[in-house]
């Protein structure tokens, strides 16, 4: 009897690990660092800054600033970080060089100045850039920050048995310090964008004297370190608890105590339980100031603003939630890859999608965007026909016209290119007698079924049927492709899930849509073209932008057609999703949500008014 | 009896082997990756390169020994070393421990950590719930079909179909929305120092929601449990004998009926201990108590599966544990029951 118990029990636990597998992998993907395009010209330190706090007397005499974090930080050290949640709590303590404003422009943060190639910074020929550090700078331990961290912390990162989580140092040969206040980073090629190495909160600078025994594989057993690097921004970290907590004071050596900066003389981040329940705890019981990562849905989430005890706020990057028309056929043999080159394939083509801008268009078109965001979205989304979805000048209008659904014209599309319904089961057919019938696969979540339920209606109206199928992020987002599943092997026609740049980098995200990134078996699917788009034209136009500096303003027309042909046939972006955070009514200084770096970039501003 | 301990312990070893196979088997053969949530942007070399430093990428009887070297050679040697102050084998500094992929901490320090607050919500829960579910139990079997037994049945009917999830939201809403009087979280760093009544009063605010929830759902099980189990036992011929020989009704109920009802109560209440130090996951879900439970279910989540595997044979080990003690626990109530 006690032995069916215990089977009992270990079936139970069996069926909770598998159904839980692998965990949430998307909604917290990335809010990595970012900026627009063309930004990087703005070097003027402070210019985003905020106006100064009224005048709140000295740093530290705020009091205790509780922020709720309901995926709570595992460690604070951001280069071995399993997601956001640590980034966020590693970004109180660490700084780097530079940093992202809530606009997108990158500020300076330890460095005097934005290096570019007018002035010098950045060598002619895009391989070299040169930053330097302000005087003074002290570590929260009293000690000198000096070039030499920088140089550590790279050698730290690079170290492969360390397992660092940025991809930061991978095209970088050296990080040598040439004074104590001048570090230079040396690209292996020409990089138009060097504002990866330490820029931003995934990227901060380490203490040499604090991390020295932590290299390589002795990475792991340096808990003390990974909880409680020392840092040079306003707070210190004095306890942590994996998954649960993190308590901060006020760093006593920070460079702006002099400005009063940072206002809380204490901090805590708190962990637990889920969204609704954060958000309630700011919006409608107000016993916290600040809620992160809010995807909660509008109808409950509204309500609870309207309590009154605080405010929500989004922003903005380049999280675009899009469908994937598969251009190789998940059918075919081997499944999901070219046979041949993939600019010229003697097979395996998707016989519905395959560079069909048609086809594309017209299930484009069907797609109401606004109520879809109105339904499943609410404050946390807005509308976007781009890829590369960043106001300013490299913004595509090319493709507005998806903005405004029209069932009548995308029935006229496909009824004039002979896709017609022959045998009248409402379901239309190609001029090859294919039925307009696909599987249709994303990860579970209640956001995305509604989605997938409005794109089956919108969808019906226009003879096309859909089987909409999920798959748990775990599996989905499976990067070992272990699973028939993962978003990599694509063994569907059409899969749905939200990607993102790193940096504001849209050279470096549009070079994954390259005919060479596309998964293949042979390769560990391998690669970041999962759509398989296979363009000539593509490649050509990239090569071009590799081949223009930064500043050059032709870089904004590049990306511009870039974007429009990636969206030509393989991808029909939906919704650009913002972070959605709360943010208490005493609560000031913190400007908006910063989509593109920490939230917590500027926590020295922000101050209580009451 | 001594030599059925024995036995039994004995018996006990290979079945925890082999349950630590299962979970291991199970973890690992489920799909999931620790870098699932990185950037979809992070290059696949980087990804391995983590999974490698992890460990991740090991075969799995290999990844087995490793864990069971650690989990019975390591770990007890740390606990003996920590509390004595000794060196054992002089590389004390630098042993290998289990080590939790999402955090890069010893994942026994962190169950360490979490325990105080699992066992100060869910143990006085326990405690509280079974301290009102017996008399309750026993006197609706006693005045059966009274008004008391019938507001029982339907207040533990309604504590025993009404899952904690509604009851803890609506206890939120009530006492923290509407009225602000306690807060809707559980803080962890709080250490209770008797001496302060602000200090006390700190951690009976925090607690009172959780607690009084969870002991609604715990009592009304086991007063049911206990109803019934006394209501077999009045029948019997033995509490006809006992009454007919001029015992007092308090000796025949208190003494007689209440030994006998309470093996099966034993039994139950025994086999409860197991689950409050596995938590209460949805509990401490939604009154954000980051206890045991809660960070079993955030590993899963992370397939962190060091945690994972430490945690659930943790509890495999419990049960095992304590079914052996409700078994001894039946001998010693009822003599008639002999192992040996």
Same mark, same amino acid.
């Given at each position: 009897?006690?032995?069916?118990?215990?089977?009992?029990?270990?079936?139970?636990?069996?069926?909770?690990?598998?159904?839980?597998?692998?965990?949430?992998?998307?909604?917290?993907?990335?809010?990595?660092?970012?900026?627009?395009?063309?930004?990087?010209?703005?070097?003027?330190?402070?210019?985003?800054?905020?106006?100064?706090?009224?005048?709140?007397?000295?740093?530290?005499?705020?009091?205790?600033?509780?922020?709720?974090?309901?995926?709570?930080? &595992?460690?604070?050290?951001?280069?071995?970080?399993?997601?956001?949640?640590?980034?966020?709590?590693?970004?109180?303590?660490?700084?780097?060089?530079?940093?992202?404003?809530?606009?997108?422009?990158?500020?300076?943060?330890?460095?005097?100045?934005?290096?570019? *190639?007018?002035?010098?910074?950045?060598?002619?020929?895009?391989?070299?850039?040169?930053?330097?550090?302000?005087?003074?700078? =002290?570590? /929260?331990?009293?000690?000198?920050?000096?070039?030499?961290?920088?140089?550590?912390?790279?050698?730290?990162?690079?170290?492969?048995?360390?397992?660092?989580? &940025?991809?930061?140092?991978?095209?970088?040969?050296?990080?040598?310090?040439?004074?104590?206040?001048?570090?230079?980073?040396?690209?292996?090629? !020409?990089?138009?964008?060097? +504002? *990866?190495?330490?820029?931003?909160?995934?990227?901060?600078?380490?203490?040499?004297?604090?991390?020295?025994?932590?290299?390589?594989?002795? !990475?792991? %057993?340096?808990?003390?370190?990974?909880?409680?690097?020392?840092?040079?921004?306003?707070?210190?970290?004095?306890?942590?608890?994996?998954?649960?907590?993190?308590?901060?004071?006020?760093?006593?050596?920070? @460079?702006?105590?002099?400005?009063?900066?940072?206002?809380?003389?204490?901090?805590?981040?708190?962990?637990?339980?889920?969204?609704?329940?954060?958000?309630?705890?700011?919006?409608?019981?107000?016993?916290?100031?600040?809620?992160?990562?809010?995807?909660?849905a509008p109808e409950?989430l509204g309500?609870?603003?309207?309590?009154?005890?605080?405010?929500?706020?989004v922003?903005y990057?380049?999280s675009v939630e899009h469908i994937?028309?598969?251009?190789?056929?998940?059918?075919?043999?081997?499944?999901?890859?070219?046979?041949?080159?993939?600019?010229?394939?003697?097979?395996?083509?998707?016989?519905?999608?395959?560079?069909?801008?048609?086809?594309?268009d017209a299930l484009s078109m069907a797609i109401n965007r606004q109520e879809m965001v109105d339904i499943a979205y609410g404050a946390a989304g807005e509308p976007t026909c781009n890829?590369?979805p960043?106001p300013?000048?490299?913004l595509?209008t090319?493709n507005d016209w998806c903005l405004t659904q029209d069932i009548e014209g995308a029935?006229?599309?496909?009824?004039? !290119?002979?896709? =017609?319904?022959?045998?009248?089961?409402?379901?239309?057919?190609?001029?090859?007698?294919?039925?307009?019938?696909?599987?249709?696969?994303?990860?579970?979540?209640?956001v995305r079924?509604s989605e997938q339920d409005l794109i089956a209606v919108y969808w019906?109206q226009i003879? *096309?049927?859909?089987?909409?199928?999920?798959?748990?992020?775990?599996?989905?987002?499976?990067?070992?492709?272990?699973?028939?599943? /993962?978003?990599?092997?694509?063994?569907?026609?059409?899969?749905m899930?939200t990607?993102?740049?790193?940096?504001?980098?849209?050279?470096?995200?549009?070079?994954?849509?390259?005919?060479?990134?596309?998964?293949?078996?042979?390769?560990?699917?391998?690669?970041?073209?999962?759509?398989?788009?296979?363009?000539?034209?593509?490649?050509?136009?990239?090569?071009?932008?590799?081949?223009?500096?930064?500043?050059?303003?032709?870089?904004?027309?590049?990306?511009?057609?870039?974007?429009?042909?990636?969206v030509?046939? !393989?991808?029909i972006p939906l919704v650009n999703r913002g972070?959605v &955070?709360?943010?208490?009514?005493?609560?000031?200084?913190?400007?908006?949500?910063?989509?593109?770096?920490?939230?917590?970039?500027?926590?020295?501003?922000?101050?209580?008014?009451? | 009896?001594?030599?059925?301990?024995?036995?039994?312990?004995?018996?006990?070893?290979?079945?925890?082997?082999?349950?630590?196979?299962?979970? +291991?088997?199970?973890?690992?053969?489920?799909?999931?990756?620790?870098?699932?949530?990185?950037?979809?942007?992070?290059?696949?070399?980087?990804?391995?390169?983590?999974?490698?430093?992890?460990?991740?990428?090991?075969?799995?009887?290999?990844?087995?020994?490793?864990?069971?070297?650690?989990?019975?050679?390591?770990?007890?040697?740390?606990?003996?070393?920590?509390?004595?102050?000794?060196?054992?084998?002089?590389?004390?500094?630098?042993?290998?421990?289990?080590? /939790?992929?999402?955090?890069?901490?010893?994942?026994?320090?962190?169950?360490?950590?979490?325990?105080?607050?699992?066992?100060?919500?869910?143990?006085?829960?326990?405690?509280?719930?079974?301290?009102?579910?017996?008399?309750?139990?026993?006197?609706?079997?006693?005045?059966?079909? /009274?008004?008391?037994?019938?507001?029982?049945? +339907?207040?533990?009917?309604?504590?025993?179909?009404?899952?904690?999830?509604?009851?803890?939201?609506?206890?939120?809403?009530?006492?923290?929305?509407?009225?602000?009087?306690?807060?809707?979280?559980?803080?962890?760093?709080?250490?209770?120092?008797?001496?302060?009544?602000?200090?006390?009063?700190?951690?009976?605010?925090?607690?009172?929601?959780?607690?009084?929830?969870?002991?609604?759902?715990?009592?009304?099980?086991?007063?049911?449990?206990? @109803?019934?189990?006394?209501?077999?036992?009045?029948?019997?011929?033995?509490?006809?004998?006992?009454?007919?020989?001029?015992?007092?009704?308090?000796?025949?109920?208190?003494?007689?009926?209440?030994?006998?009802?309470?093996?099966?109560?034993?039994?139950?209440?025994?086999?409860?201990?197991?689950?409050?130090?596995?938590?209460?996951?949805?509990?401490?879900?939604?009154?954000?108590?980051? %206890? =045991?439970?809660?960070?079993?279910?955030?590993?899963?989540?992370?397939?962190?599966?060091?945690?994972?595997?430490?945690?659930?044979?943790?509890?495999?080990?419990?049960?095992? =544990?304590?079914?052996?003690?409700?078994?001894?626990?039946?001998?010693?109530?009822?003599?008639?029951? @002999?192992?040996?």
């Amino acid at each position: 009897m006690k032995r069916t118990r215990l089977l009992a029990l270990l079936a139970v636990l069996a069926m909770v690990v598998a159904a839980c597998g692998g965990g949430e992998g998307d909604e917290t993907t990335t809010t990595a660092d970012g900026g627009g395009e063309g930004d990087v010209t703005t070097t003027t330190s402070d210019s985003t800054e905020p106006t100064d706090p009224p005048s709140s007397g000295g740093a530290g005499e705020g009091g205790h600033l509780l922020l709720l974090q309901w995926q709570a930080p &595992s460690q604070a050290n951001p280069y071995l970080s399993t997601g956001t949640k640590d980034i966020q709590a590693g970004s109180m303590v660490l700084e780097g060089l530079a940093e992202y404003d809530t606009t997108g422009s990158i500020v300076p943060a330890l460095a005097t100045e934005i290096p570019t *190639v007018e002035n010098g910074g950045i060598s002619e020929d895009l391989t070299q850039i040169t930053w330097t550090i302000q005087e003074g700078v =002290l570590w /929260s331990d009293g000690s000198p920050l000096t070039a030499d961290d920088f140089v550590f912390t790279w050698e730290y990162c690079s170290d492969e048995a360390t397992g660092c989580v &940025s991809p930061a140092f991978g095209n970088v040969t050296s990080v040598e310090a040439l004074d104590d206040v001048t570090v230079q980073i040396t690209f292996d090629g !020409a990089t138009p964008w060097p +504002f *990866v190495p330490f820029v931003g909160a995934t990227d901060p600078v380490l203490q040499r004297a604090q991390f020295a025994d932590c290299v390589g594989s002795a !990475a792991t %057993g340096c808990t003390d370190q990974n909880f409680q690097p020392v840092g040079t921004g306003p707070f210190v970290v004095t306890e942590l608890r994996p998954e649960d907590t993190v308590l901060y004071e006020m760093n006593p050596n920070y @460079r702006k105590i002099e400005e009063g900066k940072p206002f809380f003389g204490t901090a805590e981040i708190k962990g637990g339980g889920d969204a609704e329940a954060t958000a309630r705890s700011v919006l409608e019981i107000g016993e916290a100031d600040y809620a992160w990562n809010l995807q909660v849905a509008p109808e409950i989430l509204g309500p609870m603003e309207a309590a009154g005890n605080g405010t929500i706020a989004v922003g903005y990057n380049t999280s675009v939630e899009h469908i994937s028309l598969n251009q190789t056929d998940p059918d075919g043999d081997p499944p999901s890859e070219y046979i041949g080159e993939p600019l010229a394939p003697t097979g395996g083509t998707n016989p519905y999608f395959y560079q069909n801008q048609m086809l594309h268009d017209a299930l484009s078109m069907a797609i109401n965007r606004q109520e879809m965001v109105d339904i499943a979205y609410g404050a946390a989304g807005e509308p976007t026909c781009n890829l590369w979805p960043v106001p300013g000048p490299a913004l595509s209008t090319n493709n507005d016209w998806c903005l405004t659904q029209d069932i009548e014209g995308a029935n006229a599309m496909l009824d004039e !290119a002979g896709y =017609l319904d022959t045998d009248g089961d409402g379901i239309r057919e190609t001029p090859d007698g294919l039925p307009l019938s696909w599987d249709f696969i994303t990860s579970t979540n209640a956001v995305r079924q509604s989605e997938q339920d409005l794109i089956a209606v919108y969808w019906e109206q226009i003879g *096309v049927e859909t089987n909409m199928i999920n798959a748990d992020a775990g599996l989905f987002f499976d990067g070992t492709a272990a699973s028939d599943d /993962s978003i990599w092997k694509f063994f569907q026609d059409i899969q749905m899930y939200t990607n993102s740049a790193v940096g504001s980098d849209a050279q470096g995200y549009f070079q994954s849509l390259q005919s060479s990134e596309i998964p293949t078996s042979g390769d560990s699917w391998g690669g970041g073209n999962l759509y398989r788009l296979a363009s000539e034209e593509f490649d050509t136009v990239f090569q071009q932008l590799t081949e223009t500096a930064l500043t050059d303003p032709a870089r904004d027309e590049l990306i511009i057609q870039l974007n429009d042909l990636a969206v030509q046939y !393989a991808i029909i972006p939906l919704v650009n999703r913002g972070s959605v &955070s709360a943010f208490a009514n005493t609560l000031d200084g913190y400007v908006d949500v910063n989509g593109w770096d920490s939230e917590l970039w500027n926590i020295e501003d922000w101050v209580r008014t009451e | 009896m001594g030599r059925y301990i024995v036995r039994r312990t004995l018996f006990a070893i290979p079945t925890l082997i082999v349950i630590s196979l299962i979970i +291991f088997a199970i973890l690992d053969l489920a799909p999931g990756d620790p870098t699932s949530q990185l950037p979809l942007t992070l290059p696949e070399e980087i990804r391995d390169q983590i999974r490698e430093s992890l460990g991740f990428n090991d075969p799995f009887l290999i990844k087995w020994l490793k864990w069971m070297q650690l989990m019975f050679v390591n770990e007890p040697l740390h606990v003996i070393d920590s509390i004595f102050g000794t060196c054992i084998g002089g590389d004390c500094e630098t042993r290998a421990r289990i080590i /939790s992929w999402s955090s890069r901490a010893p994942a026994m320090d962190i169950i360490w950590q979490r325990l105080p607050q699992t066992l100060w919500v869910l143990g006085i829960a326990f405690i509280i719930g079974t301290a009102i579910a017996i008399p309750i139990g026993m006197y609706s079997a006693y005045k059966q079909y /009274s008004l008391f037994d019938n507001v029982g049945t +339907f207040v533990t009917m309604v504590g025993f179909s009404v899952p904690v999830f509604f009851t803890g939201i609506l206890a939120i809403l009530i006492f923290s929305v509407w009225l602000g009087w306690f807060p809707s979280f559980y803080t962890t760093t709080h250490v209770v120092d008797w001496t302060s009544w602000d200090s006390i009063w700190f951690q009976f605010e925090q607690m009172v929601m959780p607690v009084a929830v969870l002991s609604l759902f715990n009592a009304a099980a086991l007063s049911r449990f206990t @109803r019934a189990s006394v209501l077999d036992n009045l029948n019997e011929d033995y509490v006809r004998t006992a009454r007919s020989k001029g015992l007092r009704e308090n000796k025949v109920v208190m003494t007689h009926v209440m030994r006998n009802s309470m093996i099966p109560v034993v039994t139950l209440i025994a086999l409860q201990v197991p689950g409050i130090f596995a938590g209460a996951i949805i509990t401490e879900q939604i009154f954000r108590i980051n %206890g =045991l439970g809660q960070l079993l279910i955030v590993a899963i989540g992370q397939s962190d599966v060091p945690m994972v595997q430490t945690l659930t044979f943790m509890f495999a080990f419990l049960i095992v =544990l304590f079914n052996l003690i409700a078994d001894v626990t039946y001998g010693v109530m009822d003599p008639r029951i @002999r192992y040996d």
